[in-house]
Every structure is written in structure tokens, then in C-alpha cells.
């Protein structure tokens, strides 16, 4: 039996009426994992390490300030994060600094005898090793990977649920389908999980599934916009009235739409 800890989430998810039950776990994996950067461990800067590497995108960063709930251990976070971000920043500048020295030299010489600078010259070292310093970081983010690590789990889960529990896989076939962002996780564990005869039933039943979802959603989305034509004015809005929300989660996951 796979762990407990992933089945009775993904069981109460998909007990869920919506556009994605992995939408569902995963907005709840973000408000814990959030959480859990903010426990009491996260106190110790011996638990910082990863922190300190990696950081957190714009989205988490944000989170984890607007949640307010441990604002002098965000501020801890930030403060080792920021001296190990310095040091490496330093260790690339001393690296590169005589590139440079180098191209100021050059460059006044150059400008003695009145020729232009060429674009790649030693100090575009240093440009380049400082841009690849801010993509990286720019790259990771602590919450983000504990993210894919654990909707990794959850969806091996489904998986593993669909194939040995007929209740939970006519759940899913009659569902509403997942968001395009969460049905590419479902495709890639497919991949990763699945055996070639369970993988293509899995993959034929889902395709159906989603291909009757979205005519669906796109037949909401059609009403409620014909609903602005005056002569619909006193019709039913049916299912359309929250059409735009929900067909925008089909394409980029669940969000912050009101
Ligand atoms: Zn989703
Ligand atoms: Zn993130």
C-alpha cells in the first residue's frame, strides 16, 4: 500500500467538484510548504543551508512575507540567504576583476588613438559570469522544489490508485479533467510509472476525458460571452457565470483570480 500520507489527500481532492483536483493538492502543498519554511527549524541557521543556496522565486518570497506569521524568521532567512549570496557574488568578482582592470586600460588607450571599443573584450567575463551568477538564483527557489519533489509523489499516487481501485479510476474518468500544466505532470509520470499497456490506456481514457472537458468549458466560455448580446439579457447564465476563472485554470493552474 502506497503511504497514507499521499492517498487520503489525493482521495479527498478528488472527492472535490472542480476543474483539477491536482490543482486542489497542490495549492494546499504551497500554503504548507510555506508553512513549513517558517517553522520553528528554520530558526536554526543549520537548517538554513538550503535556504541560504537557493532562496525563493518573486511568487514564494511574497508568500512568505504576506502571510505574516513569522515575519522575524523571514527576516533570519533573508539575512543568511543575503551574506551567502555576498560571498559568492565576491568569490566571482575577485575571480574576474582583471578582466576588468584589463578593458579600462584598453580602453583608454584605444581612446588615445581614437578607435571604438569591439563588444568581446576580457571584462565581458565578468558580464557573463555575473549574468549566469543572477539566472541561477534567479532559478531556484526552495518551495518551488519541495513542490515538484511532493506533486512528483502525488501523481506516481494517482497513478498507482487508477490502475488498482476501479471505484477511484471511474472518479477520474468522469471528472472534469486537470489543468494542461497538471495533465503534462500526469503525461510525464505516465512515462516514468506506468508499463507500456497501462500507460496507453491511461493515456487513451485521459485524452477522452479532457477533449469532453474543455468542449465543455469552451461551450461556457461561448455562453457567457453570447450572454452579453442583449437579446440573452433575462437567459440563464447555466454554468458560464464564472466561465473566464475556470477556463483560465484549465490553461495555467490554479491562481489568484477573485
Ligand atoms: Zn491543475
Ligand atoms: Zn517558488
Known sequence: MKEQIYTIPVNDAFSIDCECPLCELERKLENDSISFMLSPALMEEQNRISTNKNGFCRRHFSMLYNKRENVLGVALIIETHMQHQMAEFEKIAAKNKGGLERDLKMGSMKNLAGRVSGSSTPGTKFIDSAI???????????????????????????????????????????????????????????????????????????????????????????????????????????????????????????????
Open 132 to 258: 549566469e551568477f543572477h539566472r541561477s538564483l534567479a532559478g531556484r527557489c526552495d518551495v518551488c522544489s519541495r513542490i515538484e519533489r511532493i506533486m512528483d509523489r502525488y501523481a506516481d499516487v494517482i497513478l498507482w490508485m487508477y490502475f488498482r481501485d476501479a471505484d477511484f479510476r471511474a472518479k477520474v474518468m468522469n471528472g472534469k479533467g486537470f489543468c494542461l500544466p497538471h495533465y503534462k505532470l500526469l503525461l510525464e509520470s505516465a512515462k516514468k510509472y506506468l508499463s507500456p499497456v497501462q500507460r496507453a490506456s491511461f493515456v487513451m481514457e485521459m485524452n477522452e476525458t479532457m477533449a469532453s472537458n474543455l468542449a465543455r468549458i469552451l461551450d461556457e466560455i461561448q455562453w457567457f460571452a453570447q450572454k452579453f448580446d442583449y437579446r440573452n439579457k433575462d437567459a440563464s447564465w447555466k454554468n458560464s457565470k464564472d466561465a473566464v476563472p475556470r477556463a483560465i485554470e484549465k490553461f495555467v493552474s490554479y491562481n489568484d483570480l477573485k
